[in-house]
Every structure is written in C-alpha cells, then in structure tokens.
T-cell receptor
C-alpha cells in the first residue's frame, strides 16, 4: 500500500501563474517531508523540506505547506517559470528506519 | 502489479565479500535506475538502463557492477566495497528514459559495509 501518494500524474500551468502540487500520506510517524525535482535521465534534486512540527516553509519561489490533521502537503511555485517544467516528487522520512519513501511524481508542464 | 521490489531489505557485508542487490518490476517499464542515498541527502544517480542497455554511468567506481539480464530485472553486483559505500540503494523504473513520466521507486536495500 502506498504511504505517499501524488494523485495527479500531470499538471499544466501558465507561465507566471502559481503551480500547486499536492501530496497525501498515510503514516503519522513521518518526521519530515521533502520535495524533489527531476528532469528526464537525471537523478532527482532536492528542492525544499518541512519538519512535521511546522506548517509552512518558504524558500524563494517555493513554499511547502503541511496539514497534519489532513495528512496532506502541497508545494507552491510562484511565479511559475519555463525551467520549472519537470517531474516533482513528494517524499517522507521515517525516523525509525532512516528511510525516505517517495511518491510516484507529478509532471509539471509550464505553458508559454 | 505496480510495484518495484528490491531484495534484500538489509545487507551487511565485509570489504572482501561479493554480494548482489536485486530489483524487479513487471510494469513493462523500459528504463531502470540505480540510486545511492546517504542519510538525509537526496538520492545520487548511479546507473540508468534503457531497453536493457546501460545508457548512463555517473562515474561510479568499478566495485559496483550493474547488470540487466532482462526487461524486468536489474542487479547491482558489489565487490570489494568500502565502509563509505554504506548507504540506502534505491532502484526505480519508468516507462522510458526520455520522458517526464512518473518514476516508481522501490523500498531500497540498506547496505552496511564493515
């Protein structure tokens, strides 16, 4: 059973607008969450993370929101730029195993 | 079946041992990846196989030797590893290499080199 779910396989957003990528999780033992960005034939690169004790973390154009009661997090990219077109992975860290569990990713396509 | 499986889950080996990690998927994906992940760091890409042929080798030391015997199976053969090679080794698959499709990650093998 998937513990980290990204239910939208793809998303298209106009350049300059806000991109919102969503992620749901099932395990309340995760202690922090991460977002990665991936281009084809490359490994994922780290974008931003959030501790389970916070509800928001911001870094430049990227903001991650965490709603623990709903077991939901989202990544906001404002304003969206053409170089943001990539696959975005949501991931969750389990302290007990020191393991990171990945979602399947959401393809973001920024339209000109 | 929409899973990537990896065996073993945990592996402890000495520096003179030879061992292998195994990854399997039955989704018909033609791109398979090996990543190495150290604690609290993003996964580092090691190898990419496309249609059972090695297409990317990210300057990985020869003590790591990948093998793709068929379209469902990916192995990573380990020999004469160093303690700094201790990490989580992740396998992933994707329909094709040059695509923005979802990538399916396996649960990983936790490797400890003594």
């Amino acid at each position: 059973d998937q513990q980290v779910k990204q239910n939208s396989p793809s998303l298209s957003v106009q350049e300059g607008r806000i991109s919102i990528l969503n992620c749901d999780y099932t395990n309340s033992m995760f202690d922090y969450f991460l977002w990665y960005k991936k281009y084809p034939a490359e490994g994922p690169t780290f974008l931003i993370s959030i501790s389970s004790i916070k509800d928001k973390n911001e870094d430049g154009r990227f903001t991650v929101f965490l709603n623990k009661s709903a077991k939901h997090l989202s990544l906001h990219i404002v304003p969206s730029q053409p170089g943001d077109s990539a696959v975005y992975f949501c991931a969750a860290h389990m302290n007990r195993d020191d393991k990171i569990i990945f979602g399947k990713g959401t393809r973001l396509h920024i339209l000109p | 079946d929409t899973e990537v499986t990896q065996t073993p889950k945990h592996l402890v080996m000495g520096m003179t041992n030879k061992k292998s990690l195994k990854c399997e998927q039955h989704m018909g994906h033609r791109a398979m990846y090996w990543y190495k992940q150290k604690a609290k760091k993003p996964p580092e890409l090691m190898f990419v196989y496309s249609y059972e042929k090695l297409s990317i080798n990210e300057s990985v030391p020869s003590r790591f030797s990948p093998e793709c015997p068929n379209s469902s199976l990916l192995n990573l053969h380990l020999h004469a590893l160093q303690p700094e090679d201790s990490a989580l080794y992740l396998c992933a698959s994707q329909p094709g290499v040059s695509s923005y499709n979802e990538q399916f990650f396996g649960p990983g093998t936790r490797l400890t080199v003594l």
